[in-house]
């Protein structure tokens, strides 16, 4: 009976354990996000966005 309580002690530390790695990983890529939409200029996004609309008249 002690180790059924011990095997399920040990499953929720390690189910607890990889949460904090998602959590950690999310938030981590939340700020990589973030700081690489700083780069890119609006202007830049509407030459590229102009760039592939002309493109599309070739595949009509």
């Known amino acids: 009976m002690d180790n059924k309580g011990q095997a399920s002690a040990e499953l ?3 189910i607890g354990g990889i949460f904090v790695v998602v959590l950690l990983v999310i938030f981590m890529y939340k700020n990589y996000m973030g700081d690489l939409s700083g780069e890119i200029e609006s202007g830049e996004v509407n030459v590229f ?7 599309t008249k070739y595949f009509k």
């Not at 966005?49 to 493109?55: Q, R």
């Open 49 to 55: 966005n102009n760039d592939l609309i002309s493109i």
């Open 12 to 14: 929720i530390l390690l």
